[in-house]
């Protein structure tokens, strides 16, 4: 069965990438499989300078899910162009690169370093820094700040794929789609993770030093399932689903609902080659189910009238 | 550097250790070894046994204790739900095992060497003495809380010069900072070499007095871990410099002067 997908440029050889921050930047995964095998993967969030994140504990393990406030620990984009991209892959799979930043021109800024790395395939942006410039209102939550971000990524990212990231806590993701797409996307991916929280009553502190944190795993599939059935039908841009994948059947779900290709987060911790052998099992089940092929199953979900 | 890998693996024997009303907190878990070219002690394994299905996301790591060409044994105090689980576990039971993973205790055959283990911290110095080319250089310290008769300290204590002392009331730990700050000392002043693995508060100790009388000293972090590969950044400390460092890759031993704790 054919499984490649083709959208908006971006090539991958199966629908299965690996969302950023769960995957760091491939490298630490290659004793464990061939990352050729995978569709693409999404590296670890980038700033333009170093990041140290936030203190510890940054991790906290919650039913069928975690909470995690890493706070974009990175080695700055200069470190990934010059001692993680020449090692990897790069001509046999798609290497997408996540961007993070505090106002437009950063963003603009980051893209235009990465826009010349052949290395690099395409361009997430994660939107869901707090802008301090704005007076403390999250990017991800604001369509115009949206919309302003995505227009400044693509004016520098010359003819580079940019995937804009959504984040699900907002009361409408439709409109948050909507602007990523006025904004020029070429595709979008969701969800990011869901704002949560964990206390202990023995020490009375929470269970994450930052406080709040955010929740991944197969407890919020649910609700990514209904922001990207909602996304697919508020824009005609490509829609990449994520959150709380951990099976073939899973991935399909998203398929289903009409994403055009996956990102496993979370389940890569399950087992450290989780995501190789993903699209075959996905492949198998399509021809079990007796799927035609990936293209005739995707969007194919049968709503009440 | 030994090659990992990340395979399935069948449980061999689970064995409670320890005759006291504890039996069961504490036990071996001895899994099939899969086709790795060795382990070094100080390295660590993630299991997460295939019964968890979705309860539980991630593997929880282990020092290798000990093991031979075909199997590998984990040395485990229960103390929560994922530990308890593993308790439970039969022979025959599937586990997912990635490993070995990060770095080693420091191995200096021909000199004094200290090793200082706080309760299950004593878990790696067995494999440490098993595979060490001259053990009669070793001596061992373990403070403990529960019956002594709960960790495999007969078993050392056959090969190596062994002490221990026992945390039961307040003022036995006033003891317990005293000898560690005279082994310690002593063991600077020989050139030796100082390992410590155990709780926080017993590593802070040990790498106060390193630092007071100039002891290469290494201590061994148990952070907690989700991915233990590098990537998550779960896990991560502060090394000298300040920087934030992954305890799985760049850990989980590390120079008691180039670590906060
Ligand atoms: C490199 C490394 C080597 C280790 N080697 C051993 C070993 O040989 N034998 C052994 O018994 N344990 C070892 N540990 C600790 C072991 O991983 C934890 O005890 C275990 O993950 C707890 O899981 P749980 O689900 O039972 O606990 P949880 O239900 O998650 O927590 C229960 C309690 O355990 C404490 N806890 C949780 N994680 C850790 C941790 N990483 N370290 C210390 N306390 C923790 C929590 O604070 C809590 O009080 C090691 C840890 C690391 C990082
Ligand atoms: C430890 C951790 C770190 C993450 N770091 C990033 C990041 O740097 N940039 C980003 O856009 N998303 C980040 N995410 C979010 C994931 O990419 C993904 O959107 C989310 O976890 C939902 O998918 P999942 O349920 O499959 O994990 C991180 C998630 C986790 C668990
Ligand atoms: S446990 Fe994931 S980086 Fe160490």
Same mark, same amino acid.
């Given at each position: 069965?054919?499984?490649?997908?083709?959208?908006?440029?971006?090539?991958?050889?199966?629908?299965?990438?690996?969302?950023?921050?769960?995957?760091?930047?491939?490298?630490?995964?290659?004793?464990?499989?061939?990352?050729?095998?995978?569709?693409?993967?999404?590296?670890?969030?980038?700033?333009?300078?170093?990041?140290?994140?936030?203190?510890?504990?940054?991790?906290?393990?919650?039913?069928?899910?975690?909470?995690?406030?890493?706070?974009?620990?990175?080695?700055?984009?200069?470190?990934?162009?010059?001692?993680?991209?020449?090692?990897?892959?790069?001509?046999?799979?798609?290497?997408?690169?996540?961007?993070?930043?505090?106002?437009?021109?950063?963003?603009?800024?980051?893209?235009?370093?990465?826009?010349?790395?052949?290395?690099?395939?395409?361009?997430?942006?994660?939107?869901?820094?707090?802008?301090?410039?704005?007076?403390?209102?999250?990017?991800?939550?604001?369509?115009?700040?949206?919309?302003?971000?995505?227009?400044?990524?693509?004016?520098?990212?010359?003819?580079?794929?940019?995937?804009?990231?959504?984040?699900?806590?907002?009361?409408?993701?439709?409109?948050?789609?909507?602007?990523?797409?006025?904004?020029?996307?070429?595709?979008?991916?969701?969800?990011?993770?869901?704002?949560?929280?964990?206390?202990?009553?023995?020490?009375?502190?929470?269970?994450?030093?930052?406080?709040?944190?955010?929740?991944?795993?197969?407890?919020?599939?649910?609700?990514?399932?209904?922001?990207?059935?909602?996304?697919?039908?508020?824009?005609?841009?490509?829609?990449?689903?994520?959150?709380?994948?951990?099976?073939?059947?899973?991935?399909?779900?998203?398929?289903?609902?009409?994403?055009?290709?996956?990102?496993?987060?979370?389940?890569?911790?399950?087992?450290?080659?989780?995501?190789?052998?993903?699209?075959?099992?996905?492949?198998?089940?399509?021809?079990?189910?007796?799927?035609?092929?990936?293209?005739?199953?995707?969007?194919?979900?049968?709503?009440?009238? | 550097?030994?090659?990992?890998?990340?395979?399935?693996?069948?449980?061999?024997?689970?064995?409670?250790?320890?005759?006291?009303?504890?039996?069961?907190?504490?036990?071996?878990?001895?899994?099939?070894?899969?086709?790795?070219?060795?382990?070094?002690?100080?390295?660590?394994?993630?299991?997460?046994?295939?019964?968890?299905?979705?309860?539980?996301?991630?593997?929880?790591?282990?020092?290798?204790?000990?093991?031979?060409?075909?199997?590998?044994?984990?040395?485990?105090?229960?103390?929560?739900?994922?530990?308890?689980?593993?308790?439970?576990?039969?022979?025959?039971?599937?586990?997912?095992?990635?490993?070995?993973?990060?770095?080693?205790?420091?191995?200096?055959?021909?000199?004094? +060497?200290?090793?200082?283990? %706080?309760?299950?911290?004593?878990?790696?110095? !067995? $494999?440490? #003495?098993?595979?060490?080319?001259?053990? *009669?250089?070793?001596?061992?310290?373990?403070?403990?809380?529960?019956?002594?008769?709960?960790?495999?300290?007969?078993?050392?204590?056959?090969?190596?010069?062994?002490?221990?002392?026992?945390?039961?009331?307040?003022?036995?730990?006033?003891?317990?900072?005293?000898?560690?700050?005279?082994?310690?000392?002593?063991?600077?002043?020989?050139?030796?070499?100082?390992?410590?693995?155990?709780?926080?508060?017993?590593?802070?100790?040990?790498?106060?007095?390193?630092?007071?009388?100039?002891?290469?000293?290494?201590?061994?972090?148990?952070?907690?871990?989700?991915?233990?590969?590098?990537?998550?950044?779960?896990?991560? +400390?502060?090394?000298?410099? %300040?920087?934030?460092?992954?305890?799985?890759? !760049? $850990?989980? #031993?590390?120079?008691?002067?180039?670590? *906060?704790?």
């Amino acid at each position: 069965m054919d499984m490649q997908v083709n959208f908006g440029g971006l090539f991958l050889k199966n629908p299965v990438m690996t969302a950023s921050g769960t995957f760091g930047f491939g490298l630490e995964f290659a004793p464990y499989g061939d990352l050729t095998r995978l569709g693409g993967f999404v590296a670890k969030g980038l700033s333009l300078k170093p990041r140290e994140g936030n203190p510890m504990p940054r991790i906290a393990e919650t039913p069928c899910g975690m909470l995690n406030a890493i706070g974009i620990q990175n080695p700055g984009v200069e470190y990934f162009v010059t001692k993680a991209l020449p090692y990897l892959p790069w001509r046999e799979v798609a290497v997408i690169a996540n961007l993070y930043a505090c106002d437009a021109e950063e963003f603009g800024e980051l893209a235009g370093v990465l826009a010349g790395e052949e290395g690099v395939a395409a361009l997430e942006v994660n939107v869901s820094c707090p802008n301090v410039k704005e007076g403390g209102v999250a990017f991800g939550q604001d369509p115009a700040q949206i919309a302003r971000v995505t227009e400044a990524v693509k004016k520098k990212a010359g003819n580079k794929h940019v995937m804009v990231k959504l984040s699900p806590n907002v009361t409408d993701i439709a409109v948050c789609a909507r602007a990523a797409a006025e904004g020029g996307a070429d595709s979008l991916s969701l969800i990011n993770t869901l704002s949560g929280m964990a206390v202990d009553i023995r020490s009375r502190r929470p269970r994450i030093a930052n406080v709040i944190a955010g929740l991944s795993g197969p407890a919020v599939k649910p609700v990514a399932l209904r922001c990207v059935h909602q996304a697919v039908r508020a824009v005609d841009i490509p829609v990449v689903g994520i959150g709380g994948i951990a099976s073939a059947e899973d991935a399909l779900e998203f398929i289903l609902v009409g994403a055009q290709a996956v990102q496993v987060g979370t389940a890569n911790f399950l087992r450290p080659d989780f995501a190789f052998g993903l699209a075959d099992e996905m492949e198998a089940l399509l021809s079990e189910i007796g799927a035609a092929s990936l293209d005739e199953f995707r969007g194919s979900l049968q709503l009440p009238l | 550097m030994s090659l990992r890998n990340c395979r399935s693996v069948k449980v061999l024997k689970v064995s409670p250790v320890g005759q006291s009303k504890t039996a069961g907190e504490f036990f071996e878990l001895t899994l099939e070894r899969p086709d790795w070219d060795g382990w070094k002690p100080g390295q660590f394994v993630m299991i997460r046994p295939s019964s968890w299905e979705l309860d539980m996301l991630w593997g929880r790591p282990f020092s290798l204790s000990s093991g031979d060409d075909d199997s590998v044994t984990l040395f485990i105090q229960a103390v929560g739900r994922g530990t308890r689980r593993i308790a439970e576990l039969s022979p025959g039971d599937a586990v997912t095992m990635w490993g070995p993973l990060g770095n080693s205790f420091a191995v200096e055959p021909d000199v004094p +060497t200290l090793l200082l283990a %706080g309760g299950i911290g004593i878990a790696p110095f !067995r $494999g440490y #003495v098993e595979q060490h080319p001259r053990p *009669e250089n070793l001596s061992l310290f373990l403070a403990h809380r529960l019956p002594l008769d709960c960790y495999p300290y007969d078993l050392l204590s056959r090969t190596v010069d062994c002490r221990c002392m026992i945390e039961a009331e307040p003022s036995d730990l006033d003891c317990i900072i005293d000898t560690l700050r005279g082994l310690i000392e002593d063991n600077a002043k020989r050139g030796g070499l100082t390992l410590c693995c155990g709780p926080t508060p017993f590593m802070r100790t040990v790498q106060r007095f390193a630092r007071e009388y100039g002891a290469r000293a290494q201590v061994s972090l148990e952070n907690r871990m989700a991915c233990g590969v590098g990537a998550c950044l779960g896990c991560v +400390t502060r090394d000298g410099e %300040g920087h934030h460092v992954q305890v799985c890759t !760049r $850990g989980p #031993v590390f120079w008691a002067d180039k670590v *906060e704790l």
